[in-house]
């Protein structure tokens, strides 16, 4: 499982679409669907609380509590089948995370706009590590200043993980468009550090 550096301006940026075996990125999809505690949150749009067009939940270390979009969520225990997938993500990535964020998009209604994983207590260069599960979706970066740099595209395939780090969150934003093509539900898992990265 090579992870492959993708060519980013003002970014880090590797991937390995076959990180995971067919088989256990299967049994991962269908145990996580089932087995997590799935909310859907609220986030700030214009000022106005929405809910969030995707089921999400937050596990991590004790401490890991993170903030977004206005809220603050405490981390939900670590189970048995999140920590060894952590462990295989930590060695691929050459770095240690306390937390993941995991994001269930149901439909190709579901969604995710364009933002930075920049929250301060990230640190000033996170390492994001996210594996990718079920239907394939569009993952989409661009520049934050730069317009001579095209946007980079890149179709998150079930099994993979895509690592971003260095000034990746500083310098460009990433979003996981609508869709109206029928596709089947994905689940993602960005493992993170809270806390002294």
């Known amino acids: ?10 970014g880090e940026l590797f991937y390995a679409p076959d990180f995971l075996a067919r088989a256990d990125a299967d049994c991962l999809l269908k145990r996580l669907t089932t087995e997590i505690a799935w909310e859907q949150h609220h986030v700030k749009i214009f000022g106005r609380k929405m809910p969030a067009p995707r089921l999400s939940a937050w596990y991590g270390d004790p401490d890991a509590t993170y903030a977004y979009s206005g809220s603050s969520y405490a981390p939900l225990v670590w189970t ?28 190709g209604r579901d969604s995710m706009g364009w933002h930075s994983d920049n929250e301060p207590e990230l640190g000033p260069a996170p390492a994001i590590a996210s594996v990718s599960l079920g239907g394939e979706r569009r993952f989409i970066l ?18 993979s993980l895509l690592i971003m780090r260095g000034p990746t ?4 934003k990433h979003q996981v468009p609508k869709t109206k093509k029928i596709v089947p539900s994905r689940l993602n898992l960005t493992f993170r550090r809270i806390g002294d990265p």
């Open 1 to 10: 499982m090579p992870l492959e550096p993708i060519a980013l301006p003002d």
């Open 169 to 172: 969150q500083s310098c460009w």
């Open 80 to 107: 048995a089948l999140l920590q060894g997938l952590k462990t295989r993500v930590e060695s691929a990535a050459a770095t240690t995370f306390n937390s993941v964020l995991l994001n269930q998009y149901r439909d």
């Open 142 to 159: 661009r520049h934050k200043k730069r317009r001579d740099i095209d946007s980079v595209e890149i179709p998150l395939a079930h099994g």
